[in-house]
C-alpha cells in the first residue's frame, strides 16, 4: 500500500492516477474532502497533511511507502518534521519519497527554504529508505497567470527575460511513482527540470500560440512583485523566490539529466503543459 500527501495538488493527483493504474493499493491523504472531485476507483481518501502526524496515523496503518509534499504555509510552518518521521517509523513504512526543492541544494544557506531542508535531514536520519526529488520551479506556477490572461489577455511578471528549466509536475509524479514503486532509488537525490529554459516573456508567447491570440507581456518591477507576492507569502520567501527568478545561479540554470534517466524519455516542454491545461487560459 502506498500513501499519497497532497493527494488533490499538481503533483499529488497526477500521482494517484499513475499509482491507481499501475494496479497499486492507494491511500490519498489531503486536508480537503479529495474524495468529492472523483478519481481513480478504489483510491481510499483520508483527511490529512504532511503537516499533521496524528492525522496521517490511521492512513499510515498496513502502508510500505509513502510520498511526502509540503503544500502551502507547511513549506514555512509547523510541526517538526521529526514527528512525522516518527509516525512512519511507528507504522513501518519502509520507503518515503520527499519532494524537496532545487533551491535546497543551490542555496544551502537561504532561509526560505530552511524548513525543506529540516524535512530531507529528519528523512535521511529515519533509517527508512529514501528518495528525495529536488524539482526547479514548477510549470503550473503560470496557473497565476490564468486570471488576467482570460480576462485580459495579459500576463504580469517581473523578469521577463531571466530564463529557467521550469519542469512540467506529471515529470515530479511519473518519478516519484517510479522512486515508490521500484527499486534502485534509494539513498538518490534526483533534481528535477523541464528540458529547455523558458523565460516568462518566452512561456507568455507560448500560451498566446496555443490560444491563437495575441497575450500581452507586461514585466512588473521587483518592487511591484514583492508587493503581490508578500499578501500571501512570508518575508523570506518572498525574498528568495525573487532572488532566483531574478538572478539564478548556474545551477539553477542548468537542464538536469534525472528526468530522463529514471523515465527513459525526455521532460516535457512547457508547451505540453499549457495544451493539457489550455481551459485555463481560455
Avoid at 494517484?16 to 476507483?41: I, K
Avoid at 496521517?56 to 510541526?79: T, Y
Avoid at 508547451?271 to 489550455?278: G, K, Q
Amino acid at each position: 500500500m502506498i500513501v499519497v500527501t497532497g493527494a488533490t495538488g499538481n503533483i499529488g493527483r497526477v500521482l494517484v492516477e499513475l499509482l491507481a493504474g499501475a494496479g497499486e493499493e492507494v491511500v490519498a491523504v489531503s486536508r480537503g474532502n479529495g474524495a468529492a472531485g472523483g478519481g481513480p476507483a478504489g483510491v481510499r481518501w483520508v483527511r490529512g497533511g504532511a503537516g499533521d502526524a496524528g492525522s496521517l496515523r490511521p492512513a499510515l496503518d498496513g502502508a510500505h511507502a509513502l510520498f511526502l509534499v509540503l503544500g502551502g504555509e507547511l513549506n514555512f510552518r509547523g510541526e517538526a518534521p521529526d514527528r512525522l518521521v516518527k509516525a512512519v517509523g511507528d507504522a513501518g513504512v519502509e520507503r518515503i519519497v520527499l519532494v524537496s526543492s532545487q533551491v535546497a541544494g543551490t542555496r544551502p544557506d537561504a532561509s526560505s527554504h530552511d524548513r525543506l531542508r529540516e524535512f530531507e535531514s529528519a528523512v535521511r536520519a529515519s533509517g527508512r529508505e529514501f528518495t528525495v526529488l529536488r524539482p526547479a520551479g514548477f510549470a503550473s506556477n503560470a496557473f497565476a497567470w490564468a486570471g488576467s490572461v482570460r480576462a485580459r489577455r495579459t500576463v504580469h511578471a517581473p523578469f521577463g527575460e531571466v530564463a529557467l528549466p521550469v519542469v512540467d509536475p506529471a515529470d515530479i509524479a511519473a518519478v516519484a511513482a517510479a522512486a515508490l514503486r521500484e527499486d534502485g532509488h534509494a539513498g538518490r537525490v534526483y533534481e528535477l527540470t523541464g528540458p529547455e529554459l523558458i523565460s516568462p516573456r518566452r512561456q507568455t508567447e507560448v500560451i498566446s500560440a496555443a490560444l491563437g491570440e495575441e497575450v500581452e507581456f507586461v514585466e512588473l518591477s521587483r518592487a511591484e512583485a514583492h508587493a503581490g507576492m508578500a499578501r500571501f507569502m512570508p518575508e523570506r520567501v518572498v525574498t528568495g523566490t525573487l532572488d532566483v527568478l531574478g538572478a539564478p545561479l548556474p545551477a539553477e540554470q542548468r537542464i538536469g539529466p534525472d528526468v530522463e534517466a529514471v523515465l527513459h524519455r525526455p521532460a516535457a516542454p512547457f508547451s505540453a503543459w499549457v495544451e493539457r491545461h489550455l481551459p485555463a487560459f481560455a
